[in-house]
């Protein structure tokens, strides 16, 4: 079944993995700007990182017929110096008018510090001002539940982003309902020890049934699967769900939200 | 009550026997993990004079929510191993996550932030 893989680090994978996602059923990605496993050295490594996001991996998902899309930001992970992180703030206008950029993400917090905070609050006024999508990425393991509140109320606080307008990505059981009860959307990441198993995700889907939910794969260096979304729709299948609803999880919705940009196409 | 709380689609397709036919020996699986590795941390020496592992500890609590007898165990685990407090913290220490909340660190309980 067609699909769409709307959050994975393509930049830490291989040309092979595109192919072998293509022959999933893989249409369309969407990669958000994340933390490469180091800090940069330098706001200079983050221009390059964004041409890269904007022109060459568009390029390399073409030759398998994906169509890439991009989010640009600085990371929580390297955004606890707060002089560091604005001056790559600054460089992010200036690829606003790319082609494949969506918005801006992968944002959020990492280990919810003050610092962390005070970059997420001027990336949502950038989102706010240049009226763009927001992806929101949530902190890891015992820090999601205290980091997603904080995120939340971060997005009030901002005052102009429509709830509509942003999906707040890596939820779980303890953190989905707060989400959704804001009229946001929200990502489960599909990862075989952390975050959701397909197995886990169907059981949400379920419950919530499937609305302004999607699955991703966050597909990146770490121990992470690209073909995490159609073995999702595997397990969906497998448990007697509809070809409507495995669609609507894996392909409608994520078209429905991202479709919001102007500038998603499939 | 939320649009989501009609109770349309709580249930699975498939029935319960269908649902055990599934899943059990992958779980039976983990079960017997989960019982190697109470074993293996048993078994093995402790470090310095360290008696206990918040995270060990952590997990071994979070066990009881499972024979609790009642819903939503998944959730109630993962808020189990859930930092409790509500304010940022004064700076992050490291980038990763352990897994488990290791309580308020000494500067906080002495009034400072974490």
Known sequence: MTYIDPHIHMVSRTTDDYERMRLAGCVAITEPAFWAGYD???????????????????????????????????????????????????????????????????????????????????????????????????????????????????????????????????????????VLDRGYWAGMTLYPDTKCTPQRAADIIEEFHGERLWINSAGDWGHSDPLAVPKCQIELRGRGHTEDLIRKISFDNPVKFLGQSGRFRV | MSPYDCGLMATPPIDRTAVVDRYFMEHRAKLIDLAAYLDRVERATPRGSASHDFRHDALVQAIAILLDGKPQRARRVLEHFSDPTSEPIAKAPMKGATGAYPGPPKDAAKGGAR
């Open chain 1, 40 to 178: 940069r050295s330098s706001a200079q490594g983050f221009y390059d990182y964004f041409k890269l996001l904007t022109e060459f991996e568009p390029r390399r998902a073409a030759q398998y017929g994906i169509r890439h899309h991009t989010w640009l930001c600085i990371n929580p992970k390297e955004a606890e110096d707060p002089v560091f992180a604005r001056e790559v703030l600054a460089l992010i206008p200036s690829f606003l008018d790319r082609e494949n950029v969506l918005g801006i993400g992968e944002i959020g917090l990492n280990k919810n510090s003050r610092n962390e905070l005070t970059i997420l609050e001027e990336h949502l006024q950038l989102a706010a001002t240049h009226n763009l999508l927001v992806l929101v990425h949530t902190p890891h393991l015992e820090d999601k539940l205290k980091g997603t509140r904080l995120i939340l109320d971060a997005i009030k606080n901002q005052g102009s982003l429509d709830p509509g307008r942003v999906l707040i990505d890596h939820v779980e059981e303890h953190t989905v309902r707060h």
